[in-house]
């Protein structure tokens, strides 16, 4: 669709939501009640800016079942995703809900280079969680042969895989890795492994853990990304070109903000990316943040799709550590670890408050090969990184090298930073 036609499209869908949202929830018409607003103030999609922003904590305070715009009898399902405080977020489809994220999800996969041939291992857990059911309904909107494995036992996983001859592996990046390396150890043979494609998301990674992940599984990661409350994955994924993740914009507006200011950003600038939902029936959002960075490319991608692209989300505007009084996200220190070859794109940032001053250490796993060397070639690198940290960040960061598989993996979303300050 070309994009005039679209912004129709989205400008006519967004009255019936609005419309809807005015009617059904009282929440939303208190709110634009407030702003002087009401449905007929919406006459086309650049209206938008002129309605209020929805948060988390909107959600929280309506919990569970408060932002709901059809009675539950038209409810069909409903997921939650575990808030890090208190309340869980409660999200509620109704029959087409469930459609639209089908087809949603049927994109990405098709994006992916999937299609009916292929078995889709679905390794996203099952439940509450969106990913498991999201992967799955998609795979079999295409007519795939979808292995619902869920999460965990990775000996089984690898067996079944083997079995099976798994062409698409969905799941965490991480996991994708922890897979990759038990795959490794287990003596099975890539040629005996049939995998092609892996459609990894639900936490950031790198382009670093990319490559890594492409070079030991030999696929095509393919990044994508969603959340809970706008729908869960289906939101946005990357085409084969991987460059920026296309966003269902049909369903989902997007708009990227300043998170202190709230004005709209220009095209191309770095933000808070904002979501309103256009088809949506059980839980409509308006203009809701999801605290994630993001830029937006409205440029047609050489796949074809006239669906604007967004950039990897790497950072949450809630990430953003404050230390000695310098802002700094993670991603600033794994873009650094990004350019040396000889340390894992593993590590964990520790923050602490010694004597009123803040601390900061960053433990980084050293690649096999390069950790066998002399003690003092160990003793250079970790210098070294700690120079390249303290010229492109402005901070002093304590770096300890650690031998590889010490840290953490985990099997579902990765914990990349410990602040002490806040317990
Ligand atoms: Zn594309």
Not at 87 to 94: A, F, L, N, R
Request: a negative charge; hydrophobic letters at 35%.
């Amino acid at each position: 669709m070309d994009r005039e036609e679209l912004s129709g499209v989205q400008g006519n869908r967004l009255m019936e939501t609005v419309e809807r949202s005015y009617f059904n929830v009282p929440y939303y018409r208190h709110k634009m009640q407030e702003a002087g607003l009401g449905p007929e103030s919406i006459r086309s999609i650049k209206d938008i800016s002129k309605l209020p922003y929805t948060s988390k904590q909107d959600l929280r305070d309506n919990y569970p079942f408060g932002l709901f715009a059809v009675p539950m009898s038209e409810i069909v399902r409903i997921h939650a995703s575990s808030g890090t405080t208190g309340k869980p977020t409660v999200v509620g489809y109704t029959r087409n809900d469930i459609s639209t994220w089908s087809e949603v999800m049927a994109r990405t996969l098709t994006s992916a280079g999937a299609n009916r041939n292929d078995f889709i291992q679905v390794a996203y857990g099952y439940g509450l969680f969106t990913g498991g059911l999201g992967l799955h309904y998609g795979g079999e909107k295409i007519g795939a042969s979808v292995i619902p494995i869920s999460g965990g036992n990775t000996v089984r996983q690898i067996q079944l895989m083997r079995d099976f001859g798994s062409t698409v592996l969905a799941c965490t990046p991480s996991y994708a890795l922890y897979l990759a390396e038990a795959i490794e150890e287990s003596g099975i043979r890539r040629e005996e492994l049939k995998l092609k494609a892996g459609v990894f998301g639900a936490e950031p990674w790198t382009e670093k853990m990319r490559r890594e992940i492409e070079a030991k599984l030999k696929i095509k990661a393919i990044d994508i990304y969603g959340l809970s409350e706008v729908i869960g994955p289906g939101v946005a994924s990357e085409c084969l070109v991987q460059n920026g993740l296309h966003i269902n914009e049909d369903h989902f507006y997007p708009e990227v903000i300043d998170p202190v200011t709230l004005e709209v950003l220009p095209e191309g600038t770095l933000g808070e990316l904002v979501f309103t939902t256009l088809t949506k029936e059980g839980l409509p959002l308006i203009r809701y943040r999801t605290r994630d960075l993001t830029r937006l490319n409205y440029e047609k991608c050489k796949c074809g799709r006239t669906l604007v692209r967004m950039d990897k989300c790497l950072d949450r505007s809630d990430d953003m550590l404050i230390i000695r009084g310098v802002n700094l996200f993670p991603s600033q220190v794994e873009t650094v670890l990004l350019e040396m070859t000889e340390i894992k794109p593993h590590y964990l940032l520790i923050v602490d408050r010694i004597n009123n001053l803040d601390t900061l250490e960053l433990r980084v796993e050293v690649d096999e090969e390069f950790f066998l060397d002399k003690i003092s070639q160990l003793e250079e690198l970790r210098k070294r990184i700690q120079d390249n940290l303290e010229t492109s960040i402005g901070l002093g960061i304590k770096v300890t090298l650690v031998e590889p598989k010490m840290i953490e993996r985990s099997e579902g979303k990765t914990k990349r930073v410990i602040d002490k300050r806040k317990f």
